[in-house]
């Protein structure tokens, strides 16, 4: 499970009712939902949430650092609550799943000085793509 809720808590983050079932949607392991995905769920556990309140509350967590917003290929952007943990992620080219990866090694080390181009390089995101297991069935 991510840490979201607690994360936010201890922001002192104002906790309505509708940025609390935000929260809880998003908040578990390998959770890259859409917009519309996170609003489906929150309707069913708080019925007069709307698109608009979830779309501010997503902005919201993105601008504050509390969740990462993952776009790959076109597809709808995704909200990752796992912002605190460094990580990578390995995208279905099919169905468009999303998991976190934890690669070993530090993947800035594989740029070499000479390909840095005088950059000051502070983070690198690199996105494994392939096939799952239903897609590939």
């Excluded at 509350?57 to 993105?62: H, I, W």
Aim: net charge negative.
């Amino acid at each position: 499970m991510s840490d979201l809720l607690e994360r936010l808590r201890e922001r002192g983050w104002r906790m309505t009712a509708q940025r609390r079932v935000v929260a809880e949607v998003l908040d578990g392991q390998h959770v890259h939902l859409t917009a519309d995905e996170v609003h489906a769920r929150a309707t069913e556990r708080l019925p007069e949430i709307s698109r608009a309140t979830v779309y501010n509350t997503l902005g919201e967590m993105v601008s504050i650092g509390e969740v990462i917003e993952v776009a790959t290929d076109g597809r709808a952007k995704r909200y990752d609550p796992n912002a605190h943990r460094p990580h990578q992620h390995l995208v279905c080219s099919r169905c468009g799943t999303i998991r976190d990866v934890h690669p070993q090694g530090d993947p800035l080390a594989a740029l070499p000085a000479s390909e840095r181009f005088g950059f000051a390089v502070s983070t690198v995101e690199v996105t494994y793509r392939g096939v799952c297991p239903d897609c590939a069935a």
